[in-house]
């Protein structure tokens, strides 16, 4: 304890709570607790305290089949549990029932031996859990009423019905091919959008539930659902796919209704169902819009008394709903709304309105006009040089909007099946002012859970456009980009990017659903396709199956899901394609433990000005030796993932054959000297951070990634693998210097140079635009792609210091060490891990002194390592208050000492 007395530790908060609060209590991951189709659905809740060194010992859960918890409604209390776990505690009462809605209350003790009342209550749902609770049947348009495949009318697909009672509660099951817009009684049916999601359809199917208590009525009642192309029949990728899924658009629906009396009803999809295709939406499809013409609409066709004589019959169909889950991601909705910022004409005389932020979603439009008068909306990223509307880059898809007014009073239109990436709106047809329009933000439902802010704004802009990259791209699937004819669940950007997505938001909802397709579209040989859901048909797998770096998806963001949000039972269920996946690789290495033609894309537009002697173009990575790397990346991130599950031999296995991999890549690709033969940063950033090279040449190595920096004037050339680590490497190896160059770098390549241009959003290359404004490559050149949004972790690791224990799981023990730098006057950063909010920040004061200001959430602990003030040391400071503090020491990087909850501030 000789350090303590050169510290200054101040006490911040002295109001005390007396008792330790219960907060955010939740089923699974799921943030709309309806529909769970889990047997035995985990519980999380938060502690809140505001003394220091909180931990939680024990806790009871009782779950109750009714809002009062009488015993005899109890269907498990799991008595006083001596336990410090707060996240993540399996149900283990009695049989849960389909369809059913259970509430739990949660109390705990705590270290000072104290205990909580019983908590709020919340509440869960089941879904539909077995095939038998599916009623209703699948129902299609006949024939004559068909939407053709090359005819992408939305379907209307209606039916009365009369309820007899009082209703108590009502439920309606939900789900499509194609999308749908489920309406009862005139109203859209809940909040979400582009339902049922994208899956990989033929093994998993999401459908949605929804409480319709409200929206039905004793009497006569409609049911009406529009549907659209949606992934199931829209055309996908570059490639032609229209109906990859299927030809024919389709309807699941089930009502459940519960009256009073205790009866029940049920309405369901069947051949008394009535359908037409000759509603408003005449045009729809994912790439390239909407013909929305308001002057067929049918007045109350959702509606009980509509006139239904001329629509037609529709079908019924078989389909074994074995693929039918529940959907258990984050709810894709309309988030936010944006106001354009500037209306202009563009030098070629198009009118434009400026939203202010390459946002994803569309817009809502409000017009009035005569009958007849057409509206076309086109949507663009970025203007060209002169200032002109500019959509070469969105490929084949035409991302447009035509509205055909109605011609009664004050109009407003919202397309429902489709999405765009746009930052500017180019209108046809009318005069427009900023009322006119409005952007729809759409995107899955994350909650937010990181903030990073510094003294540069440059960099706040940069963390600004990381997050918005990620609201853009996370849509049901990660998709690489929002606008062109792609938009697919490319692996390679969700692999690098899944990191710093876990800070920036609560993924763990999305990441577990999208996981699961990833392992149902893994193909037999374990060999993962290059975008999940799988619609390149097998393009892929006619080349180069998996593409290393992008196949390492099924075991890098398992891992990295399992450290951040502790879920030991998602990285259970994950471990088989985990392994799968490895054994794949296994058998093409073969005893040379080499993987050859592993790699299609490389190291992905890694950065290349010129072409090299060799001809090689600089910065180039060889593709076999990043196979090489992934696949001994993989390996030991497999052995990790066996030894947290407890299985020991495969553990021992996989760390065999790590050793023999790196061996293997020694022999063929280092020298002594730590050269390595593809002399890339890559090359360096990858073998330093995979752990593949001997202690002795790792500083060597370090050194020579550093040298490569330094002779480019501290540039990048790194491509979309060695981007994600480049800046951890150069700390990891003493560096944190270097990396601070790299990030505060404004000339091209670097994050700050697009930010300079005037970018709301992460860019898909480096130079997508030049310095004298002309585009890259007009194939390729997305302006919301958020695979380089990947240096977000850095930030929140290592500036502000947040890190991850991966001895311990979800934040339960963590890091609090920032490495400030002098380029900066602060930074600070919060995290709303699964246990609570921390919090770390830095700021330089006078005469070279720094003040760091820390929270430590209640059932958790901290290993805080304390910087070096400017002056390089710790000198003025002494010790006012510890309670809460352990264990200090001094290490190569500062002060370290161990502490429990609550909130921290130091200066010295
Ligand atoms: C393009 C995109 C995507 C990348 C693939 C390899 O389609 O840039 O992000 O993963 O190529």
């Known amino acids: 304890m000789k350090y303590l007395s050169y510290f200054l530790f101040l006490l911040l908060n002295s109001s005390i709570f007396a008792q330790v609060q219960i907060t955010e209590m939740t089923c699974e991951h799921q943030q709309n607790p309806m529909g769970i189709d889990v047997l035995n659905p985990r519980l999380s809740w938060k502690l809140k305290a505001q003394e220091r060194n909180i931990l939680q010992t024990a806790y009871q859960i009782r779950v109750s089949s009714t809002q009062a918890f009488e015993k005899k409604n109890l269907v498990w209390d799991s008595g006083k549990t001596p336990s410090g776990e707060s996240i993540l505690q399996v149900y283990k009462g009695t049989a849960l029932q389909s369809g059913k809605m259970y509430f739990w209350q949660v ?71 194609g999308y749908y817009e489920l309406s009862l009684n005139g109203q859209k049916v809940g909040n979400e959008v582009l339902t049922p999601g994208w899956t990989a359809y033929h093994k998993r199917l999401q459908y949605q539930v929804y409480d319709v208590t409200k929206m039905l009525r004793s009497g006569a009642n409609a049911v009406g659902t529009m549907l659209g192309e949606g992934w199931f029949r829209s055309n996908l990728g570059w490639v032609n796919n ?36 000759e509603g408003p939406i005449k045009v729809n499809e994912i790439y390239d819009g909407e013909n929305y013409d308001a002057t067929r609409e049918m007045k109350g066709w959702n509606e009980a008394n509509f006139n239904e004589s001329q629509w037609t019959n529709v079908s019924t169909a078989i389909f074994d709903n074995k693929n039918l889950v529940a959907s258990e991601g984050a709810k894709v909705e309309r988030i936010e709304e944006l106001k354009p910022i500037k209306i202009f004409r563009t030098p070629k005389g198009l009118l434009v309105a400026d939203m202010g932020q390459n946002m994803v979603g569309w817009i809502r439009l409000k017009v009035t006009g005569a009958k007849g008068t057409k509206i076309v909306l086109r949507h663009a990223e970025v203007l060209d040089k002169f200032g002109d509307f500019y959509t070469e880059n969105l490929r084949k898809a035409k991302c447009m909007l035509t509205y055909t007014l109605k011609g009664e009073g004050e109009e407003t239109y919202e397309p429902r099946f489709t999405f765009m990436g746009f930052r500017y709106v180019a209108i046809e047809g009318m ?30 802009q940069l963390q600004h456009n990381i997050q918005w990259g990620q609201k853009g791209n996370f849509v049901d699937v990660p998709t690489d980009c929002p606008q062109r004819d792609e938009r697919l669940g490319w692996t390679g950007d969700a692999q690098a990017f899944c990191r710093t997505a876990a800070y920036n938001f609560d993924v763990s909802a999305f990441f577990t659903k999208w996981l699961k397709d990833v392992a149902a579209d893994q193909r037999p040989d374990g060999s993962i396709p290059w975008v999940v859901p799988d619609i390149l048909n097998k393009m892929d797998a006619a080349t180069v199956p998996g593409s290393a770096g992008w196949g390492d998806v099924v075991v890098i963001a398992p891992w990295t899901m399992y450290l951040t949000y502790g879920d030991k039972q998602l990285l259970e269920n994950q471990y088989p394609s985990m392994k799968a996946y490895v054994e794949f690789i296994r058998k093409k290495a073969g005893d040379s433990y080499l993987w050859k033609n592993g790699s299609i894309f490389g190291d992905w537009l890694f950065y ?63 020298t002594g000297a730590g050269r390595i033969a593809s002399d890339s940063q890559t090359a360096y950033v990858l073998a330093l951070n995979f752990g593949l090279l001997p202690e002795n040449l790792q500083a ?21 693998l060695g981007t994600p680590y480049l800046c951890h490497v150069l700390t990891k190896n003493g560096y944190t210097d270097v990396a601070y160059d ?106 070279g002194k720094i003040k760091l200001t820390m929270k430590i959430p209640a059932n958790t602990r901290a290993t805080i390592t304390l910087p070096k003030n400017k002056n390089g040391d710790f000198a003025g400071a002494k010790l006012i208050e510890s309670l809460g503090l352990q264990n200090l020491k001094k290490t190569e990087k500062g002060i370290e000492v161990e502490a429990g909850s609550g909130e921290y501030v130091f200066e010295y």
């Open 107 to 177: 109390k705990v003790w705590d270290n000072q031996g104290r205990d909580t009342d019983w908590s709020n209550t919340a509440s869960w749902e089941m879904g539909l859990l077995s095939i038998n609770d599916w009623k209703a049947q699948w129902i299609e348009p006949t024939t004559q009423a068909l939407p053709e495949i090359d005819n992408s009318k939305a379907l209307m697909l209606r039916k009365n019905f009369a309820l007899k009672n009082k209703i108590v509660s009502a439920r309606a099951y939900v789900t499509s091919h």
């Open 242 to 277: 229209k109906g990859y899924y299927g030809k024919r658009l389709g309807l699941l629906c089930q009502i459940y209704v519960k009256y009073a009396d205790g009866t029940e009803d049920w309405v369901l999809s069947d051949g008394s169902w009535k359908a037409t295709n």
């Open 431 to 460: 005069d427009l002012k900023t009322e006119n329009l409005t952007g729809i933000v759409v995107h899955s439902k994350m909650t937010p859970t990181g903030t990073f802010e510094c003294s540069n704004s440059l960099v706040n």
């Open 608 to 670: 290349k000005p010129v072409m090299d002697s060799h001809g090689e173009p600089d910065g180039y990575t060889d593709k076999d030796y990043i196979s090489t790397a992934f696949y001994a990346y993989s390996t030991s991130l497999v052995k990790e993932a066996a030894l947290v599950l407890g299985k020991e031999e495969d553990a021992k296995m996989y760390g065999e054959v790590f050793e023999k991999i790196k061996k293997a890549f020694n022999e063929q690709y280092v």
């Open 700 to 720: 060597k190595a370090a050194n020579y990634l550093v040298q490569d920096i330094k002779s480019r004037e501290n540039h990048l050339s790194t491509g979309f």
């Open 742 to 847: 790299l990030l505060l770098q404004e000339k091209y390549p670097s994050w700050l140079y697009p930010v300079k241009m005037g970018a709301t959003t992460i860019w898909e290359r480096w130079d997508g635009q030049k310095v004298d404004s002309t585009f890259q490559d007009v194939g390729m050149n997305s302006f919301n792609h958020y695979a380089y949004g990947a240096i977000g972790d850095w930030m929140y690791r290592v500036v502000a210091g947040i890190e991850i224990n991966s001895k311990s799981k979800g934040y339960k023990q963590f890091y609090l060490k920032p490495e400030p730098s002098v380029r900066l006057n602060y930074a600070k950063s919060t995290l709303n891990s699964p246990y609570g909010e921390i919090a770390s920040g830095w700021e330089w004061k006078e005469d």
